[in-house]
């Protein structure tokens, strides 16, 4: 995994300080062609992987870097599914049923197996998520993605339903069918490794807010930094700067002095702040020699008091 | 533990359901929906107890609470049911489609001492129960108008088949959306009084309203306008934000902040500078347990929880809920409202006494007589 990864909230109106901020992204960006502005400059600068949900527009990014192969040479996407703001809506549209009968690729299958009240074998519901993960793969078709994400809405929702069989046939189907690892982006660390390892998923890339302020970090802080400290997986650094709340040297300061984290995702609509940032990251993570992590990590469970 | 039993598994339904069996003092006992498919997959799949008759899983369930999660329409019966049982009784909202049920109900709850909360979700996020907390401290001084405001993307064309597209059945924006922006003005400023000017108008619904426009009225003379809109594309997902207007200032929430301008600064047990200070969804948001789309939902779970354990009042009763029914009951009366014609106005003498400044201007000639 590239140790720094380009996120899309800022494309899609997605800001957790201001709706008016998001506003104002979401018009600047209404246009693909300014997406793809600023992605050529996070790819000037050296980032080479775009973290980016299936939203419908995310499509059309993909033409682009399809049609541009020696533009994006070793330019990866990892896609995270699904949008969920789209089977949400739909829920409330259509209820539940029917949102998954509007996205099932195979609409015949879907009414028949409903309409029959046909109770359904495990073989069948892991074939209707394959569709739907097919379906959101699509797009992608032909494009690197070395790692595939269940989005936060869906994971969170599984963890607490106790449907943890979906996480297993999640990352068998991603694996088998798309040559990828999975990905879990959740807003419950503990909790979601726990899962994990009750459905034998080893070593697992999870994506969850790591920042500061423990903004957004359900259970809080100390069982985060424990967690990352103390088990067995690969953990990707979202809301770093909990929505600008931190400063950025202090908050990419509190990541990379955690030796484990191996990734970090960050959004940002500007080459300078791409830049600085990018540069920010690369000049933390080499000058705390690991020995200085290494400590640091233990005197964090010390303070923990774990 | 306190054992739960969840009817209604719609969008609310599977997010209630997900919260709760994540809950460390609650246990789900058992969940009850009309549609057996979803039952069957749930059960199979999280191994939870499940039913199609709702007085089955109360009388089999030995159960603490009750969710209610199903079409308004149900509310009533259900949530009767449950007290009847003697259980604590968690409502969606909207309440109760009628008043005279609605109060009967709170009355029950009352009577049998059973813990009651209804599903008004905003009443938890961090900046809306920071506004009250400085409004409480009348930062603003005192308020003399207000603007509640909800947009979103729900109905964007003719279409939908679900119970929020019929009137009957408890749907439309006013219900569905208004209600959340009418609860915050409750919370916020108090029941207005009265209400007039009500423009309840369909855009793409044949049977419902799809958005909503009111003048409130307030015992005190203050004022508020009431705009909800669900048709609403430009906003990635429901939007709700009050704005207040007060003799120190001036205070504009939504989920993400809480933007304040102040005349004086105000200084005391809460101290805010003179012009603008911004309290962030990060400085007023603590962290869950466990979260799913938002630190409400899980916030007002746990809020019933500790109330069934004696340990807080909910903030958002059957009472405050009524409160916001009764709210929409005069809007709904107040709907057809009256017109004057801006032609006829240049083709008539001038009559006294016309509306608000009219009334003014009569009550001070009286007075001068």
Known sequence: ?????????????????????????????????????????????????????T?????????HVRANPTRYEGFEFYPCMPYAHKYANAVTEHGLLGALKTYMPEQGMFDAMVKGGMSLAKKEVEGIAQLLIDAEMKMFAGLKTPVVFLQNVVTDLLLGLGFKDAFRMFADHVTRRYGAEPGFITMNLPMLLDAL???????????????????????????YEHCIATRRFRPIAMSVFASGAIPAR???????????????????????????????????????????????????LLQVGL | MIRAGLIGLGKMGLSHQAILNAHPDIELA??????????????????????????KMIEECALDC???????RFHAEMVRDALDSNLHVFCEKPFCLDLQEGQALVDLAQARGRVNQVGYHFRHVGAFTEAKRLLDAK???????????????????????????????GGGCLYDYASHAIDLVNMLKGVPEAVGGVVLNRVFSRDVEDEVYATLYFDDGATGQLEANWSDESQ??????????????????????????????????????????????????????????????????????????????PSSSFATALDADRVIEAMLVAAPGQKFSVRSQTEQPRSSGRGLFGSVRKTLKQSWV
Not at chain 1, 55 to 63: A, K
Not at chain 1, 262 to 288: C, H, M, Y
Not at chain 2, 66 to 72: E, Y
Request: aromatic share 8%; proline share 3%; with cysteine.
């Open chain 2, 139 to 169: 930062v603003l001084g005192t308020v003399h108008h207000l603007r509640a405001e909800a947009y979103g993307p729900v109905v964007l064309r003719p279409a939908g088949s679900t119970w929020r597209a019929s009137k009957k059945e």
């Open chain 1, 250 to 300: 202090e908050a990419l300061d509190y990541v990379c002095a955690q030796p484990q984290i191996e990734s970090i995702v960050f959004g940002a609509s500007s080459r300078q702040n791409i830049a600085q940032t990018k540069r920010l990251i690369d000049e933390l993570s080499t000058s705390i020699s690991m020995a200085t992590r290494t400590t640091h990590a233990r005197e964090n």
């Open chain 2, 66 to 72: 009750l969710v209610v999660a199903t079409p308004s």
């Open chain 2, 30 to 55: 058992a969940i009850c929906d009309s549609s057996n498919y979803v039952l069957d997959v749930l059960s199979k799949y999280t191994g939870v107890k499940t039913y199609s008759d709702y007085r």
């Open chain 1, 55 to 63: 939203h419908e527009r995310v499509r059309e990014i993909c033409d």
């Open chain 1, 197 to 223: 390892d009750d459905v034998g998923i080893d070593n697992p890339i999870v994506c969850s807010n790591i920042n500061k302020i423990g903004f957004r970090m359900s259970g809080g802080l100390d069982i």
């Open chain 2, 236 to 313: 990635r997902k429901m939007s709700t934000r009050i704005t207040l207007w007060g003799t120190n200032g001036h205070m504009a929430v939504d989920r993400q902040e809480c933007r304040i301008y102040l005349r004086n600064a105000v200084n005391g047990p809460i101290s805010l500078p003179q012009g603008w200070s911004v309290r962030y969804t990060t400085d007023v948001t603590e962290p869950v347990w466990y979260y799913l789309r938002g630190e409400e939902y899980s916030r007002q779970i746990d809020e019933f929880a500790r109330a069934i354990q004696g340990q807080c009042e």
């Open chain 1, 1 to 53: 995994m590239q140790r720094i990864l380009f996120g899309d909230n800022q494309f899609f109106g997605v800001n957790h300080m201001s709706e008016e901020k998001a506003r104002a992204q979401s018009m600047r960006f209404q246009r693909t062609e300014a997406i793809i502005e600023v992605l050529d400059a996070a790819y000037d600068e050296g980032i080479r992987v775009f973290m980016c949900t």
